[in-house]
């Protein structure tokens, strides 16, 4: 009823606001109208329920009331946070004149000066610390695909080649909060997160805004791009600007990734081993938490980063590890660095903000004090040191002068707004100086004028304020007004119930140079803060680069903190197949011990020779988290971090696969066997010979003799056919006689104990198959009332001594289904031509010219049979 209401007999105010709104009808659009951001129509209507507030009506258009609602402009942030999270997008109308000085008659002029989005948030309010906030666009040139990636809060812009099977892994990497991309390119589990329809532009156009937005002459300076990547970055780069109303954040310059040289894993197997994200969505018992011991806002999204996605160049991972090792070896300068860094405000918002006009005061003290905390810093890391942490020193040195000038001009502590005045310190500026005292010397008059006043009409409590409305006026009790309404050098401005507020000739005369000094003053304010804004922006590279430095510094020492104690150690990362983990532990699964029990350690070797562990072993003895902790310990190695191990030597991985667990999807149809079948079909698919496959329970979803062809036939693609590294979990004991032909295979165990008729899990890992699965003493364990239990136990017992049901326990002579024998099962077999030939002789009627006849007639059924045979 209200999406489409006439325009025609609007107001002026709502025919602005039907024109804003026709030109962003995908968003909620909050209209500035004095202190309150309003909504109408169908906005009021979805922002009342989103953010539970009144919703009410505001006049009529076209015979109908205008639903509306609104929120204070002062909390505004808030409310913005909560939509955003809900999935809104929002347009800010503001008012672009002061309602006191315009000219003229009309409406207030507004204009929609930024829009948000998921992907284009900057506000600290708005936005989680320790994760970045990714906008990414895909465009498709031909069979090609191009992704870049934005992060306006940082400055981050990032682009990549790849095919349409790469996307799913890639998102799920990037974990972006808000994505571009035609119809043409599917999304699936992603297609939430999609923004609005923007097509991408022509390679020429493309080109083009990418040279302009960075004042280069070719893309050639920022390194190769593929044309869909160049497509994808233009198009990331031009909603950005649309967002910010024509206006763009300090970016990096687009720095081509590639999918080379990054652990690749897909969407299930970040799901499966919980890397940044837990199945819940929340960040609580990832692998992420468990390591993390930044400091710092831009260490914890530079960490996070680093395990999603993992390197593949030994000496890349290596000049990661030399920095962290070198801390280690330095334990006094460790000890002291943590508590500079703690200090350290996040430099790269506050950077982003400032670049888009949008920063406070507080964000220029941020630069300040990182500026600060970046020279001692530098001056600690005196002396030689390894690469990465020499890179860091260099990128600490900026501009020292900066720091002083910032210091110097800056109130400390600076207030929150720039509105709030006092944020250039007194001597900085002087004409800055002159203003604020002649308006506070005009205050000082107000305090004189209020006794003089309280003594010549003889009202001690008379007092001078300020009113918004009415300027400075003079207010007293209602026992005292109409004693002054006589007084001819009054003028009576307002009469309360609690009293009256009146004014003279000369406190007019005074409201008005007040004003104007306070004006004056915070115009010079304004402008001196513009200045140092811009001295900050000329310098905005080497900011960036201090940044990043400071993040680099964070990231090692934590890697140090986690290493210092000894139980986690450095890993040899290779060339090569070489798997070996000596005294393995999960590091998440041991965080949430947090010493109430001893994690119990375990060795992996996927040398050459023996690559296939298959793992036998109960539910709840710990198979899973063997497995996922192998593949979790070989991230954090390639991220470049230490290991929760004795020790660990491990070939580099180009491709980890996890299928631990099972869940269904039934959003798309997909039964829970579906879905472990698709997720084994693309491990089938995906591995190759440097690949490392951890799985778990492969064929449990259907009948057990199909289960057990299911599990068997992959265990031998991937032994035989792709032959890489792989852990391979299952309930089927019989797969472990498969050694005798695989020959690397190598069969362990969970190893269990039986204690006075219970079970006794020891949670280690043996060499040698299982013989048990022990799944009735689990259920005992899992509450199984214990009538069911002991009859579980009594049809075991049965099943395992008779191979099947049995009369002598009560239970049907003829067997079940799943006991039948193989014949049982087999189809009806055609007759065999020759054996139907022979049975139909009779041998003592034949002549002997019959009896050659026949001869030749089974000696050719014979040649058929054999070629027929052949051909099968």
């Known amino acids: 009823m209200h999406d489409r209401p006439l325009k025609s007999s609007a107001t002026p105010a709502m025919a602005q606001w039907f024109a804003m709104k026709e030109q962003h009808p995908d968003a909620l659009l909050l209209f500035r109208m004095g202190d309150f951001f309003e909504l109408f129509m169908a906005d009021a209507e979805a922002a009342a329920a989103a953010l539970d507030i009144q919703l009410t009506t505001r006049g009529e258009h076209a015979g ?155 893309l050639d300076a920022f390194g190769t791009f593929s044309e869909a990547e160049a497509c994808a970055a233009a198009l990331a780069l031009d909603y950005t600007r649309r967002t910010q109303a024509g206006n763009l954040p300090r970016l990096s310059r687009p720095a081509p990734q590639g999918q080379a040289g990054v652990l690749a894993m897909d969407a299930a197997t970040r799901s499966s081993l919980e890397i940044t994200r837990a199945r819940d969505g929340s960040s609580r018992h990832t692998l992420l938490s468990a390591v993390q011991r930044t400091v710092t806002a831009a260490g914890a999204r530079l960490l996070a980063a680093r395990i999603a996605a993992p390197l593949t160049c030994p000496a890349q991972i290596g000049a990661r590890q030399d920095a962290w090792a ?26 982003a903000r400032l670049s888009l006009r949008r920063g406070s005061p507080r964000d220029l003290a941020g630069v300040r004090d990182s500026l600060t905390t970046a020279g001692r810093l530098a001056h600690m890391l005196a002396g030689p040191l390894p690469a990465e942490l020499a890179a860091c020193r260099q990128g600490l040195q900026v501009d020292p002068g900066l720091a002083e000038t910032l210091s110097a001009a800056l109130a400390d502590p600076a207030p929150v707004r720039l509105e709030a005045g006092e944020t250039i310190r007194p001597g900085f500026d002087p004409e800055l100086d002159a203003e604020r005292c002649l308006r506070d010397d005009s205050r000082r008059v107000i305090a004189g004028l209020q006794l003089d006043y309280a003594q010549r009409f003889g009202v001690a409590s008379l007092k001078i304020r300020h009113h918004a409305q009415l300027g400075y006026v003079i207010e007293v009790p209602a026992a005292s ?125 996927l040398s050459p020779e023996r690559r296939v562990l298959l793992l036998t072993g109960p539910n709840m003895a710990g198979k899973s988290t063997f497995l996922r902790q192998n593949a979790l310990i070989a991230i954090l190695a390639q991220a470049g971090l230490p290991v929760p191990a004795a020790s660990a030597r491990i070939g580099v991985v180009d491709r980890l696969f996890s299928r631990v667990g099972a869940a269904d999807d039934l959003a798309r149809g997909r039964s829970t066997f579906m879905v472990e079948m698709t997720e084994t079909a693309a491990i089938l698919h995906g591995a190759g010979p440097r690949s490392l496959v951890v799985v778990d329970e492969i064929g449990r979803g259907t009948a057990t003799l199909d289960g057990l062809a299911i599990a068997w036939a992959v265990l031998e693609a991937l032994h035989s056919a792709i032959r890489c590294r792989t852990i391979f979990a299952t309930h089927f004991h019989e797969l472990a006689g498969l050694g005798e032909y695989l020959p690397r295979v190598v069969p362990h165990r969970m190893r269990v104990k039986s204690w006075q008729g219970s079970v006794v899990f020891l949670h280690e890992v043996a060499e040698g198959a299982g013989s048990r699965s022990w799944g009735v003493h689990v259920a005992a364990l899992a509450g199984v009332p214990a009538p069911v239990v002991r009859r579980a136990s009594t049809l075991l017992a049965a099943l395992e001594k008779h191979g099947g049901p049995h009369p002598a326990i009560g239970l049907p002579p ?24 022979l049975a139909a002789i009779e041998p003592d009627r034949l002549t002997p010219r019959e009896a050659l006849d026949t001869l030749y007639r089974i000696k050719a059924l014979l040649a058929v049979a054999s070629t027929e045979k052949a051909l099968i």
């Open 814 to 837: 003829k067997k079940l289904p799943l006991f039948a024998s193989a014949e049982e099962e087999k189809p009806a077999q055609t007759a065999d031509p020759v054996h139907e030939a």
């Open 64 to 218: 109908v009331p205008i639903p509306m609602c609104g929120v204070p402009v002062h909390a505004v942030e808030s409310y913005l946070a909560r939509l955003i999270r809900r999935g809104f997008r929002v347009a800010i109308a503001e008012q672009m004149e002061d309602p006191k000085n315009r000219a003229g008659k009309g409406p207030i002029r507004r204009e929609v000066v930024r829009l948000l989005t998921p992907g284009t948030l900057t506000e600290e309010s708005l936005l989680e610390a320790g994760r970045v906030n990714l906008l990414a666009a895909f465009a498709q040139c031909g069979e090609a695909l191009g992704a870049a990636w934005i992060d306006i809060s940082t400055g981050l812009f990032e682009t990549s080649a790849l095919t349409l099977a790469e996307l799913p892994a890639l998102l799920a990497r990037l974990d972006p909060a808000e994505i571009l991309a035609g119809p043409e390119i599917p999304l699936a589990d992603w297609s939430t997160k999609r923004g609005p329809d923007c097509p991408a532009p022509t390679l020429g156009t493309a080109q083009r805004w990418l040279a302009e937005a960075f004042g280069v002459a070719s």
């Open 326 to 351: 070198w801390l280690i070896a330095h334990p006094e300068r460790m000890a002291a660095l943590a508590p500079v860094l703690k200090s350290a405000p996040d430099l790269a918002r506050a950077l």
């Open 481 to 605: 007004a109409e004693s002054l309404r006589a007084q001819a050098e009054l003028s009576l401005r307002q009469s309360m119930a609690s009293g009256a507020r009146f004014s003279t000739a000369e406190l007019a005369d005074l409201d008005r140079r007040i004003t104007e000094a306070a004006e004056r003053a915070a115009s010079r304010e304004r402008a001196v803060f513009s200045y140092l804004v811009a001295q900050v922006l000329d310098r905005a590279e080497s900011l960036a680069r201090c940044a990043d430095a400071l993040a680099a510094l964070d990231v090692a020492q934590s890697a140090a903190a986690l290493a210092q104690g000894g139980e986690w150690c450095r890993p040899v990362v290779e060339e090569g197949e070489a798997f070996l983990i000596k005294a393995g532990r999960h590091p998440v699964v041991e965080a949430a011990l947090a010493g109430a029990a001893r994690f119990v350690a375990n060795d992996c070797d």
